[in-house]
């Protein structure tokens, strides 16, 4: 059995109507990920959306930065509990990134440089719910934080915000990505502490 300090009780919870249950603030941005970072030149880089049916929209480093883009405040939520308030990011919206693709597929699964995969309903990308981010606080992303491109997904947990993303595959049904596979839970709501299955 562990020894503790007289008195150990764990991490206070804090009371913030903007926490998710479970969830501690913090000031600074943890750095996670499921393997090395990879380094990513732009002049290679290419994001596509793909149907499945033989449909594939693509887009360079160039065509995507002539695309409208917007910034987004919002705040960030870890499956490993910690939160990050008033986050100021820059991006593409998935819903100008979808205006041209056609699909009866409900599902999604996102891919990364690097073999990163992760699952994400279809209607949780779209309506003004996710991006794909280049800028993090007026910066551009750096490669330890997603750069140059990562989903943002700000309403789910931030597993389901892939870093290095390099594509969204449609999908007719809700297969599990890489932490998924892993035990994490299929959707990953922080609100109602969605962390594994």
């Not at 009371?15 to 479970?22: D, E, I, S, V």
């Not at 989903?151 to 870093?163: C, D, E, G, I």
Request: charged share 20%.
């Amino acid at each position: 059995m562990g020894i503790f300090t007289r008195g150990f009780t764990g991490r206070a919870r804090e009371q913030n109507p903007n926490l998710p249950p479970g969830q501690f603030l913090t000031e600074g941005f943890p750095v996670l990920s499921a393997g090395p970072t990879p380094r990513i030149d732009t002049a290679t880089w290419e994001f596509t959306i793909s149907t499945g049916a033989g449909a594939v929209q693509r887009w360079n480093w160039d065509e995507f930065m002539a695309l409208p883009s917007e910034e987004i405040a919002t705040d960030i939520h870890c499956v490993t509990r910690w939160s990050k308030l008033g986050t100021t990011w820059r991006g593409v919206s998935l819903d100008t990134l979808f205006a041209g693709v056609e699909t009866t597929n409900e599902y999604t699964m996102v891919h990364s440089y690097g073999g990163y995969t992760t699952n994400v309903p279809l209607e949780d990308l779209t309506g003004g719910k996710a991006w794909v981010a280049f800028e993090f606080d007026g910066e551009p992303l750096a490669p330890e934080h997603g750069g140059p491109a990562r989903l943002l997904v700000p309403h789910l947990y931030f597993w389901k915000s892939a870093k290095w993303v390099r594509g969204i595959e449609t999908t007719s049904d809700d297969d599990p990505g890489f932490w998924e596979q892993n035990g994490y839970h299929l959707y990953g709501d922080p609100w109602r502490e969605q962390r594994y299955s």
